[in-house]
């Protein structure tokens, strides 16, 4: 197990993605049954940027797949889980290779999202997850690769490599 020192700096440690991917809409707007209209705003941090119901950072640095999720854990939020093909193609629109929160660290070929739940169809790239092959071997974390094709373009890599981090928190919705 790595670790890290916390960084009193972690606000300086991000670089903004705005510049990658621009949010559409500051504000959503959701009905419910009642037929009433609720308006959310978006409560993304500053230097956050937005998508759907999440807020995404991208690392300035190149770290491990462990110190990057710890970096996102100082802001309380965790590497990203990607649910959907949306969320999978706003990831790939950041044009860079990045750490996700998928491990099989645990057990070799199982591999499961840093909320513990099992992955159940992911977007690998053509032959993948190799766990690096022979004579390599070891291949636990995973990566989107940004030269791949948009919904096939995850490997599994060393962990202790070095690699930007996703961040992903979810937004907290307050109604008033
Ligand atoms: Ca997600
Ligand atoms: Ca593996
Ligand atoms: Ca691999």
Redesign the pocket.
């Known amino acids: 197990m790595e670790v890290i020192e916390n960084d009193s700096d972690s606000e300086n440690i991000y670089m903004n993605v705005e510049d990658v991917q621009k949010t559409p809409n500051q504000n959503e707007t959701y009905s419910n049954n009642l037929n009433t209209t609720i308006e959310i705003p978006a409560s993304c941090p500053r230097g956050w940027t937005r998508f759907l119901s999440?807020c995404y950072r991208v690392s300035s640095s190149l770290k491990s797949w462990v110190e990057s999720r710890q970096d996102c854990n100082t802001t309380g939020a965790d590497l990203?889980?990607?649910?959907s093909r949306e969320?999978q193609e706003f990831v790939s629109g950041l044009g860079k290779d990045l750490w996700i929160g998928l491990t099989d660290i645990e057990q070799e070929g199982q591999w499961k999202w840093v909320d513990n739940t099992f992955l159940e169809s992911g977007y690998w790239m053509n032959n993948e997850p190799n766990s690096g092959g022979y004579p390599f071997g070891d291949e636990d974390c995973a990566q989107v690769v940004s030269f791949s094709p948009t919904i096939s373009n995850w490997n599994d890599f060393q962990c202790s490599r070095g690699l930007y981090g996703l961040c992903?928190q979810k937004i907290r919705c307050t109604t008033q």
């Not at 990203?80 to 649910?83: E, G, P, R, S, T």
Request: hydrophobic share 45%.
């Open positions: 999440s990203v889980i990607i649910n969320e992903e």
